[in-house]
């Protein structure tokens, strides 16, 4: 896609004047974001959004509250009011210690708010700059009490997921946008002597049960970036997970639906995760604050793309709303190099700053699936096991039934053969992974109490991740509800034609 020049032309940043008494002091944002060296505290956050309020042009609000009662703040800029057809969310922050994004994300605001004409027209963008501001307090990845939002999204544990998952139900966002950032200097490239060499990444939503038409149009904008960070001299690729080649596995963003980007991807928008790379080692890690978030803002920008762009992107998630469920529920699945590929990763040689082609075949590209299940009717969930998941369903939106009568239904159970696996420190997640068995069909008289979550419903997909008993990562991984998969008992959650 092309894009119009927006918001990074010298000419409109020069004209820049600091933001003055009505906003932030010209030595916390500069007029030149690319000149950015320290992050934008909570504080300084709440007080720059109380005064950058243009009635008719930008609101603020609060979404909902943090463990410790920080605000979590909404910022919508919108000039065309209900011609604002293509409705953009960008959240950042979910990592406390994770910065740029939000950083990026201010300034942006703060210069549409100078330039409100360089906002399209037919664009709605609401923007969640900082969704764990406890873990932003304290220089931490997790929030107040100690959880981790970005892996939060299936079970909605944390008012802070519950609160962008509500404003993600409520908008329905054609386009959401995750921030992160990354370390570039590592343990294992340390000892190479290397250090990573991208300073952003995106990378796209993969989960299974997305259409691959949305997964594609993802791939293609990711790709699509690249010429335009390159001439903005920015090092830029795929965002992967993994140590240094060749030795080490990399592999592309994880197909789980318990982040953000996944989780945005099955209520049926183009979603993207960007990461940023930290130098965590260096004697100042903001220093390249700066160049970072000025790699946050082409992406965002690039996003943002043309009206032929946007138009074409809006049609696409309004169609994967409607798509019908696929006939097969992917089960299982794996990052692979399927044709056994040689293929280069860049690293940067620490010492001398110089940029190196490393082959490897261990660079896992291609998503195989390895088992999958008839998709059935609807899920049924025992009756003793009702109260554990109803707050879990009310948090994700979904509808369900609980019988009034008992109800006569073709069920098939499943059993726990065994939970096997130890956690897997690339992904940070995937201990216990469900070893199950299928059990016959056949006609059950389900009890009074039980709850029937029907697939015909707009979450499908969401109810799907949440309670698909043959997963091999599902919800008895988690704490809240391992107690309920005992080995070689059958699961409280069965499936229903
Ligand atoms: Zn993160």
């Known amino acids: 896609m092309s894009v119009a020049p927006f918001l990074r032309s010298a000419g409109i940043l020069l004209c820049l004047s600091t933001f003055g008494s009505a906003g932030l002091p010209q030595a916390l944002i500069p007029v030149d974001h690319r000149a950015m060296h320290r992050t934008i505290s909570y504080e300084e956050m709440s007080s720059f959004l ?8 930008i609101t603020v609000t ?34 406390g210690d994770e910065v740029a994004g939000k950083d990026a994300q201010l300034t942006l605001i703060r210069d549409l708010a100078r330039h409100p004409d360089l906002l399209p027209e037919d664009v709605d963008l609401y923007l969640m700059p900082m969704l764990n501001p406890d873990g932003a307090e304290a220089h ?5 009490v100690d959880a981790d939002l970005n892996r939060d999204h299936l079970l909605m544990a944390q008012p802070e997921t519950r ?22 200097d590592g343990d294992g490239y340390r000892a190479k002597g290397w250090e990573a060499w991208p300073i952003i990444t995106m990378d796209g939503a993969n989960h299974p049960l997305i259409p691959g038409y949305l997964k594609r149009a993802g791939m293609e904008a990711v790709a699509s970036a690249a010429p335009l960070l390159q001439k903005a001299g920015h090092a830029y690729r795929r965002y992967s997970v993994g140590g240094p080649p060749p030795e080490e596995e990399t592999r592309p963003s994880t197909p789980e639906v318990d982040d953000g980007r996944n989780g945005m991807g099955t209520l049926g928008a183009l979603s993207f995760i960007i990461e940023s790379g930290v130098r965590h080692r260096a004697s100042d890690p903001q220093a390249d604050l700066g160049e970072r978030v000025d790699g946050y803002r082409i992406l965002y920008q690039h996003l943002l793309g043309n009206r032929p762009w946007r138009n074409r992107i809006r049609k696409l998630a309004e169609r ?61 969930i ?50 216990d992974r469900q070893i199950v068995e299928r059990l016959a069909v056949a006609d059950l008289d389900l009890p009074v109490g039980s709850l029937l979550v029907p697939l015909d419903q707009d979450l499908a997909r969401r109810a799907i991740q949440l309670l698909e008993p043959c997963l091999l990562y599902g919800l008895y991984g988690y704490p809240g509800f391992r107690d309920l998969a005992r080995p070689g008992a059958s699961l409280p959650v069965s499936r229903v034609f």
């Open 163 to 184: 609160a962008l998952q509500q404003l993600a139900r409520r908008i329905r966002p054609h386009l959401a946008v995750d921030s992160h950032e990354f370390g570039r």
């Open 320 to 380: 994967a709303r409607r798509e019908p469920l696929p006939p097969f529920i992917a089960t299982n699945v794996f990052w692979a190099n399927r044709d056994g590929k040689v293929s280069t990763v860049k690293i940067t040689e620490a010492a001398s700053g110089r940029v190196l082609d490393v082959p490897t075949a261990n660079d896992m590209t291609d998503l195989v699936v390895k088992g999958s299940v008839p998709t059935p009717r609807a899920y049924v």
């Open 382 to 431: 025992e009756a003793s096991a009702a109260a554990r998941f109803i707050p879990v369903l009310e948090a994700q939106g979904l509808r369900w039934e609980t019988l009034v009568a008992p109800r006569r239904m073709r069920v098939e159970r499943c059993r726990l053969l065994r939970l096997e696996e130890p956690y897997d420190d690339l992904y940070q997640r995937y201990k």
């Open 62 to 95: 609060e979404e909902g509250r943090s463990t410790q009662g920080r605000k979590l703040f909404l910022v919508r800029l919108n000039r065309g009011g209900a011609k604002a057809r293509f409705r953009v969310l960008y959240y950042a922050q979910q990592h």
């Open 50 to 57: 109380q005064q950058i309020v243009r009635p008719g042009f």
């Open 140 to 144: 931490r990845r997790t929030n107040g």
